[in-house]
């Protein structure tokens, strides 16, 4: 074994102690904090657009404050993205009208707390669309950020914790891409759809792809620290966060997702490779 090998071996060996660590112990606890981590901060209901502004109170400190803008467009890479989904038998392929209905576009977020402020549009440029899906599709579960098309869909409504979680880590990975080697992205992207079709990829390719999802899954984490303080949810989105998401880059045999994951990975493969 050479030294570089070995030394990416004792790297991924100490993500696998960080994840178990992180493991739950039974179904019922994942399915528990995934329950809590869905619920919603607020009542407010989604229009078709509009401006949605509410507060997070929290334990000690002042309470975050978020504003997201937002409306019902789909632009032409949400709609390449949505049309493979249905398929008339033997015909073309077509836009689904009723998996359009729970599409928002996000024109933008921003989220303050004392000091700190998170502005999507930081991130933006002007050719980064990004889009959450209210009502995610049981087979079509992941979210992604697509280096290629520049397109950001969070599976997930934004206004849970659990949805902020996704759409944080997915702009850390926007924030990579714009400041990252584009062709070193390119690669990783690549990297990344061969692990999601569980072809073989070298340890050094694996550890490329765990560093890059750590600091996104470290970019979150940060940044709901800032907005949520110490707290239960803060508690459940740690946990989620390493004992789910990350092992499922560890090992994707122990992902929840990871029938869906496989059924997906010819149309991931699409997304990515475009
Ligand atoms: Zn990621």
Do not use: C
């Amino acid at each position: 074994m050479s030294f570089f090998e070995s030394k990416s071996r004792k790297y991924l060996n100490r993500t696998e102690r960080i994840t178990d660590k992180k493991s739950f112990s039974s179904d019922d606890e994942l399915r528990e904090t995934e329950k809590r981590l869905n619920k919603r901060f607020t009542d407010i209901p989604w229009e078709q657009e509009g401006r949605m502004e509410f507060d997070i109170s929290s334990k000690k400190g002042e309470p975050a404050h978020m504003v997201f803008e937002y409306d019902s467009v789909i632009d032409e890479k949400m709609e390449d993205y949505l049309r493979p989904l249905r398929r008339v038998p033997d015909g073309p392929y077509i836009v689904d009208e009723s998996r359009q209905e729970s599409v928002r576009r996000i024109r933008n977020v921003v989220v303050t707390r004392g000091e700190y402020r998170f502005d999507l549009s930081d991130f933006a440029g002007d050719d980064l669309s990004v889009y959450i899906r209210l009502n995610p599709d049981p087979y079509h579960t992941t979210s992604f950020y697509n280096p290629e098309s520049k397109l950001i869909v969070v599976n997930k409504d934004v206004t849970s914790p659990s949805g902020l979680d996704i759409l944080f880590h997915e702009s850390a990975h926007r924030l990579k891409d714009m400041t990252e080697n584009p062709e070193y992205y390119k690669h990783l992207a690549s990297i990344r759809g061969r692990s999601i079709r569980r072809q073989p990829i070298f340890t050094a390719e694996r550890v490329a792809l765990i560093r890059d999802e750590r600091f996104a899954d470290a970019f979150a984490l940060r940044t709901l620290y800032r907005l949520l303080g110490e707290s239960k949810q803060f508690e459940d989105l740690k946990k989620w966060t390493y004992g789910v998401n990350l092992k499922s880059y560890y090992t994707q045999d122990n992902h929840k997702d990871v029938t869906s994951r496989n059924l997906l990975g010819t149309l991931t493969d699409r997304l990515i490779h475009r």
